[in-house]
C-alpha cells in the first residue's frame, strides 16, 4: 500500500532569477498547497532512488537519495532545474590572478580547467545542470586538444558555463551562444572568416558541422528518428552547394573588442561573445538549407541569426537532439517511441514553445521506459568512464584534495592521477566526440541490433587503465590512509564498520555503487573475497578499500539499465 | 517501419545503391552484417602462405593536402600549381627554390617531383627537414605514390558528376563518411572494414588465435573490422597490467565477477573485454616488458613524434610476432598506426611543429626510423607501409588554410614496393578544369579499392572471387591490381 507522503514545493524564484539563459515559459509557481505525489512520481525505494540518480547526476549520493524519496522525481527535477550555474570561468580566472601573484610567471594551464570540472562534476548542487553541460558538449563539441584554443583556459572554461547556463533554456537560444562563442569559432574556424576575394574563399567547416552534428544531421527524419524514405533510399538533409552558401554565411566574426572595421583587431584576452565586421561579412545573396533564400545587404547579425532560425527549425532538430540527449542520460538505444514522445515535448512543451531543453530533459527522465525498473534486456548501456569515476566518489562522500602545497585555495588537484580514461570533458580528440552515437560493438551487440557509443572508446587497452584509475581511487585514496594531494579520498568508514560482516559489507556497496542491481555471482565472489582476507587477517579498512575496488570493477558499475 | 529498405541483389550496381542507400539509416539493420552475400566467398582462407609478411595502414587524419606533399617541379607545372593555389606567400604554394632540396624524377616517365621541402624559421627541430628522409627512401626505390586516388563508386567524368549525382561517393567532404570509406574499402556503408575482411581470410595460418591478425597502435577503427576479425589494441608504451593490490582474494574475486552471469548485454561484452585483455596479456607481457624480452629493439626513433612511437611498438609486435619459437607465431598480420592534424582549414603553411611541414616530417622521419628497425629484424622485404587519408585539400585557399576535396595522393613503402617512380597519372593542378572541381578538387582516376586490393593480394588474398567481395566496386576499374608490388 502506497505511503501517502505530503510535500511543500519550494519557492525558487530566488533561483530562477538567478540562473541566466532560461526559458520563459518556464515557472516553478510556489505552491502552498499539500499534494500526494502520484505513485509513478515516487521511488519505491532507496534503489529506485539511487537508479534514478545514476541517471540523471554524476552518482547518487545518501544524502541526494534521500532528497528524491522525500520530494518525488518531479519535484527533485523542478529543484535542479532552478538551481543556479557553478562557475567555472570566474573562478578560474580568480586562480589565474592568485597564481601569478605568487609567482609572476606562474599561469593557468588546461588541466586546473580540467580539475575544476571533476570538482564541480563532484561536488556541485547543480548536477542536472552540469550533466546537461556534459551531454551538450558531447554534441556541440570543441576541444582544447586544438592548438588555437589550448592555452585559452578561461575562454574554454567560459564555453562550458555557456552550456551550463543554457542547459534548460531553448535550443534557438543556445545555438546562438555556441556560434557566437570565441572558443567554438577557433575550434570551428569561423573566427576572423573572410568573405571571398580572388581566388580566396570563406572557410565551410562551421557551415559543415553546424548541420551534420549541432542540429540535422545527413539524412531527413521523422519525429522517433526513423529515416525518411524517397524511393526506398534516405534523403540527404543537404548537398555541398548549401555547404558552400552557408559558409559565406558565418564570415565576419572576429573579437568581441575588435574595432568594427578591422577583423583582426581585438585582443584574445577576451572571452565575451564574438563580434560580426560588416565589411568582412558577405552580403551577396545567399541560397541556404531548405531553399531559403537570404536576401542581399543584411547586417552580418541579421544574416546569421535568419540562418540559425532555418536550422533551428527544421523538423530533424527534434528526434537528432532528443536521441542523443537520452543516449548521454539513459539508454544507448531507445525506442522509435521513447524518441517519439521526448522529441514532441521539444516541439511543443505543453506551453506551445520549441526547442525547451528543460522539458525536454524532463520527459527524458520521467518517461515510462526510463523509469523502468525492469527494463527489457538491451534497455541501458555502458556507463562513459568519467562519469563511474565521479559516481565512486559521490557513492563514499569522497573528501577532496587539500590545495597543493604553496598554491593558492583554488589549486585543488581533482584530476591530478586521472589517467587512460580515453574521455576528457572537452578534450575529444575530433568534433565527432569521444564516441558516435550509431557505433555497435562488433559481436552481440550489433548481432541484437543495439547501439553502443561507449564501447567505442572500451578495448583491452583502455578497460584496464580505467581499472586502474579506479585502483589509485579506491585501493590508494581512502581516508585513513597515506595523505594524497592529487586525487579526493573515499571514505569508506561505514563500509569497515560493518567488517565483521561480509554479507553486510557487500549489501551496503550494492546499495551505494549499484543501487541495487548487483548479481549473485558477483554477491557470491564479494562475499567469498570478504571472508578470505578474514582470514589473512586483513585490517577492516583493507577489507573496505577491497569492496570497493572489486565493485568498482564489477559489469554491473560499468553498466546502468 | 524503422529499417531501410533494403534492394534485392539483382545485379552488384543495385547492390551497392542500396547499400550507399543505407548509409544514413539509423537502424541496426543497415549496418548488421549482411551475411548471406559476404559468407560464402570468405568461407575458407585462401592461397599459400609461406613466411611472414605484414601491411601496416598509417592513417594521415584530417584530410592530406596532399599536392603538398608531392608538388610538380618542372617549371611548367609548376607554375600552373604556383596559380593555382593562389601564388607564393599571398595563397598556399610553396617556394620553389626550396623544393630543389628535396626533388625527385619518376622513373616511369622522367617527370620531376618534388616531396614537401620543410618551411625554415620554425621551432619543430633544429633543422626544418621536411620529407628528406622520404626522399632517401623513394632514391633507394623503396616508395610508390599513387597519385589522384580517392573515392569512387565508379570511375566518373566532370560531366556525370554534375549531371548524375547519385553516382557520387555518399558524402563526399565529410570527414567521418569519407574515413570510412577508405576503411571500408568502398564508397557506401558497410559493417566491416577491408583489413579485417583481409584478416578473416588469412589468419588461418597464425598459430596464437587468441591474439587478433589486426593489431592497432592508434585505437578505435573500422578498418580491421571483419566478420570473426576485431582490432587488438595497444599503447605506445607497452602493456600494463591491471593492479589487484597483490594476493589471491582480490584476483580471484575479480577473476569470478569476470565469469558470472549477467542480465545485460553491455554487462556480457564489459566482461569479454576484460578477458581478452587477460588473455592477450598473459601471451605479450613476458615479451614487451621483460628487460631482455624478445620485443626489444634497439633501432632509434625520432623524439616528440607520435608516428614515431607508433611504429616503434609496430616493430617490436613484429619482431615478436614473426618469431617461429615464440607463443604468437602469426604468418599474416595487419596494423594500423594513425598521425591526427591534418584537416588544416588553418595555418596550412605554419612553421614548425603545428603546420602541415612539421606532420609531413614526422611522417618522413618515422618512416625512416620504420625501415631501419625492419632492417634490424630482417624484415623489410615482408613488411609493407602504406598511407591513407580520407581526401585530398581544396587548391584554392580560404584565407591561411584549405578545405575538404577529394582525389589525393598516397604511397606505399617496403622491400616489396616496385618503388622509385608514379603508378597513375599526376592530375593537372588547375582549378575547375576537365577533372577538377571550383576550388581544385580532384576527380580521382583511380578508385582506393585498386590500391587496397593491390595490397590485399600481396599480403596473400589472390582468390579473384575474395577480392570481387571484400572490394565490391573493384570490377568497375580497368585493373585490380596497380602493379606497384615485386610479386
Given amino acids: 500500500m502506497p505511503l501517502r507522503f505530503f510535500r511543500l514545493a519550494l519557492v525558487m524564484t530566488a ?141 574554454v572554461a567560459e564555453y562550458w558555463d555557456l552550456l551550463g547556463r543554457d542547459a534548460f533554456g531553448t535550443y534557438r537560444a543556445l545555438l546562438n551562444d555556441v556560434t557566437f562563442d570565441q572558443s567554438m569559432g577557433k575550434y570551428l574556424s569561423h573566427f576572423q572568416n573572410r568573405r571571398a576575394l580572388g581566388a580566396r574563399l570563406p572557410d565551410e567547416n562551421y557551415a559543415r558541422e553546424v548541420m551534420q552534428l549541432f542540429s540535422i544531421g545527413l539524412v531527413e527524419r521523422n519525429l522517433d528518428f526513423s529515416p525518411i524514405l524517397l524511393g526506398g533510399n534516405p534523403v540527404p538533409t543537404y548537398d555541398q552547394n548549401v555547404i558552400s552558401q552557408m559558409a559565406r554565411v558565418f564570415t565576419g566574426f572576429a573579437y568581441s573588442n575588435a574595432s568594427a572595421t578591422n577583423i583582426f583587431g581585438g585582443s584574445r584576452a577576451t572571452y565575451l561573445p564574438m563580434s560580426c565586421v560588416q565589411n568582412e561579412h558577405d552580403v551577396g545573396v545567399k541560397t541556404v538549407l531548405a531553399g531559403v533564400v537570404l536576401p542581399a545587404n543584411q547586417i552580418c547579425g541579421t544574416d546569421v541569426g535568419l540562418m540559425l532560425n532555418v536550422i533551428s527549425a527544421h523538423q530533424n532538430v527534434a528526434p537528432f537532439i532528443s536521441r542523443q540527449l537520452i543516449q548521454r542520460f539513459v539508454t544507448s538505444t531507445p525506442s522509435p517511441a521513447y524518441i517519439g514522445r521526448v522529441a514532441a515535448v521539444f516541439e511543443n512543451n505543453g506551453s506551445g514553445e520549441r526547442g525547451d531543453l528543460g522539458a525536454v530533459l524532463r520527459a527524458i527522465l520521467l518517461d515510462p521506459d526510463a523509469r523502468n525498473v525492469n527494463p527489457p534486456a538491451g534497455f541501458g548501456k555502458l556507463r562513459e568512464p568519467v562519469l563511474r569515476l565521479t559516481a565512486l566518489w559521490r557513492a563514499w562522500d569522497a573528501v577532496a584534495p587539500l590545495p597543493v602545497a604553496g598554491q593558492p585555495p583554488g589549486d585543488i588537484r581533482m584530476s591530478g592521477t586521472v589517467r587512460g580514461m580515453s574521455q576528457t570533458p572537452l578534450r575529444a ?97 564479494l562475499t567469498t573475497m570478504v571472508t578470505a582476507l578474514g582470514a589473512a587477517s586483513a585490517s577492516a579498512i583493507d577489507k573496505a578499500r577491497s569492496v570497493a575496488y572489486v565493485t568498482a570493477l564489477s559489469p554491473e558499475f560499468a553498466t546502468q539499465r | ?179 570510412y570509406q577508405w576503411h571500408f574499402g568502398r564508397a557506401g556503408n558497410s559493417s566491416v572494414g577491408w583489413g579485417g ?35 587488438y589494441q595497444m ?8 593492479q589487484t593490490g597483490g594476493g589471491t582474494p582480490r584476483a580471484n574475486a575479480i577473476a569470478q565477477i569476470l565469469a558470472g552471469s549477467q542480465p545485460s548485454p553491455f554487462a556480457t561484452e564489459y566482461q569479454a573485454v576484460m578477458n581478452r585483455a587477460q588473455s592477450v596479456f598473459n601471451v605479450l607481457d613476458p615479451a614487451l616488458n621483460d628487460p631482455g624480452g624478445l620485443g626489444n629493439i634497439t633501432t632509434g626513433f625520432p623524439l616528440n613524434n607520435s608516428l614515431g612511437d607508433q611504429l616503434r611498438m609496430v616493430a617490436r609486435m613484429i619482431k615478436v610476432s614473426r618469431d617461429t ?59 609493407t607501409t602504406f598511407t591513407m587519408s580520407e581526401f585530398a585539400r581544396t587548391l584554392s585557399s580560404n584565407g591561411n588554410g584549405s578545405d575538404h576535396a577529394w582525389g589525393s595522393v598516397a604511397f606505399a613503402m ?74
Fill in chain 1, 15 to 155: 533561483f530562477l532569477a538567478s540562473s541566466g539563459s532560461h526559458a520563459a515559459v518556464y515557472d516553478t509557481v510556489y505552491r502552498a498547497s499539500f499534494e500526494e505525489l502520484a505513485p509513478e512520481d515516487q521511488p519505491a525505494n532507496d534503489a529506485e532512488a539511487a537508479r534514478f540518480l545514476t541517471q540523471a547526476t554524476f552518482g547518487p549520493t545518501t544524502s541526494e537519495i534521500a532528497l528524491v524519496r522525500q520530494l518525488g522525481y518531479s519535484h527533485w527535477l523542478d529543484r535542479q532545474l532552478g538551481m543556479p550555474l557553478t562557475p567555472s570561468r570566474a573562478f578560474l580566472q580568480q586562480l589565474g590572478t592568485d597564481l601569478a601573484a605568487l609567482v609572476p610567471t606562474q599561469s593557468l594551464n588546461p588541466n586546473h580547467r580540467v580539475d575544476r570540472w571533476y570538482h564541480t562534476a563532484t561536488y556541485g548542487r547543480d548536477q542536472l545542470r552540469q550533466r546537461m553541460a556534459f551531454a551538450l558538449s558531447q554534441i556541440f563539441v570543441i576541444s582544447d586538444q586544438n592548438g588555437a584554443i589550448n592555452q585559452e583556459i578561461t575562454q
Fill in chain 2, 325 to 383: 619459437d615464440f607463443g604468437i607465431q602469426h604468418q599474416r598480420q595487419i596494423y594500423f598506426v594513425r598521425l591526427g592534424g591534418f584537416d588544416m582549414h588553418d595555418s596550412l603553411l605554419a612553421q614548425g611543429a603545428n603546420g602541415h611541414a612539421g606532420l609531413l616530417q614526422r611522417v618522413s622521419e618515422a618512416l625512416l626510423a620504420f625501415w631501419n628497425a625492419l632492417n634490424e629484424i630482417g624484415a623489410q622485404n615482408e613488411v
Fill in chain 2, 197 to 231: 575482411t583481409v584478416g578473416d581470410q588469412l589468419r588461418g595460418q597464425n598459430s596464437n588465435q587468441t591474439l587478433s591478425p589486426c593489431i592497432s597502435i592508434a585505437g578505435d577503427n573500422r578498418f580491421q573490422i571483419g566478420l570473426q576479425t576485431f582490432p
Fill in chain 2, 414 to 487: 617496403g622491400g616489396a614496393v616496385n618503388g622509385g617512380r608514379l603508378y597513375g597519372a599526376y592530375p593537372d593542378l588547375v582549378l575547375d578544369g576537365a577533372t577538377s572541381l571550383a576550388r581544385g578538387q580532384q576527380i580521382p582516376q583511380i578508385g582506393m579499392e585498386q590500391y587496397a586490393a593491390t595490397l590485399a593480394r600481396w599480403l596473400g588474398v589472390t582468390d579473384t572471387n575474395a577480392l570481387a567481395t571484400i572490394f565490391p566496386n573493384l570490377d568497375e576499374f580497368a585493373t585490380a591490381d596497380l602493379g606497384f608490388m615485386v610479386p
Fill in chain 2, 235 to 242: 599503447g605506445t608504451g607497452g602493456l600494463t597490467a591491471l
Fill in chain 2, 1 to 179: 517501419m524503422n529499417t531501410c529498405s533494403r534492394q534485392s541483389r539483382a545485379s552488384r550496381r543495385e547492390f551497392l545503391q542500396g547499400l550507399a542507400g543505407a548509409i544514413g539509416c539509423g537502424s541496426a539493420a543497415a549496418i548488421i552484417p549482411q551475411f548471406g552475400l559476404v559468407g560464402s566467398a570468405l568461407a575458407a582462407a585462401t592461397g599459400t602462405v609461406t613466411g611472414y609478411k605484414a601491411l601496416v595502414c598509417v592513417y594521415l587524419d584530417g584530410g592530406n593536402d596532399a599536392f603538398n606533399m608531392l608538388v610538380p617541379y618542372d617549371q611548367a607545372r609548376y607554375d600552373t600549381y604556383a596559380v593555382a593555389r593562389g601564388g607564393v606567400g599571398t595563397g598556399l604554394a610553396l617556394d620553389r627554390t626550396l623544393l630543389a632540396t628535396t626533388q625527385i624524377t619518376d622513373s616511369a616517365t622522367g617527370a620531376e617531383y618534388a616531396l614537401h621541402p620543410g618551411i625554415p624559421g620554425g621551432t619543430f627541430t633544429n633543422d626544418d627537414r621536411g620529407m628528406l628522409d622520404l626522399r632517401t627512401l623513394y632514391q633507394q626505390n623503396r616508395v610508390a605514390f599513387i597519385p589522384n586516388i580517392g573515392t569512387l563508386t565508379r570511375p566518373i567524368t566532370k560531366a556525370e558528376y554534375s549531371a548524375k549525382p547519385g553516382l557520387r561517393p555518399p558524402q563526399l567532404f565529410s570527414h567521418q563518411d569519407q574515413t
Fill in chain 1, 429 to 525: 580528440n575530433t568534433v565527432f566526440n569521444f564516441y558516435v552515437p550509431d557505433f555497435q560493438q562488433p559481436g552481440p551487440i550489433a548481432a541484437a541490433g543495439l547501439f553502443s557509443p561507449e564501447f567505442q572508446i572500451t578495448n583491452e587497452n583502455s578497460i584496464w587503465a580505467v581499472g586502474n584509475t579506479m585502483y589509485i581511487h579506491s585501493w590508494l585514496g581512502y581516508v585513513g590512509g597515506p595523505v594524497q594531494n592529487d586525487r579526493p579520498v573515499l571514505e569508506l568508514a561505514p563500509l569497515a564498520a560493518l567488517a565483521a560482516d561480509p554479507a553486510a559489507m557487500v549489501e551496503l556497496a550494492n546499495q551505494r555503487m549499484l543501487y541495487g542491481s548487483m548479481t549473485t555471482a558477483t554477491r557470491n565472489a
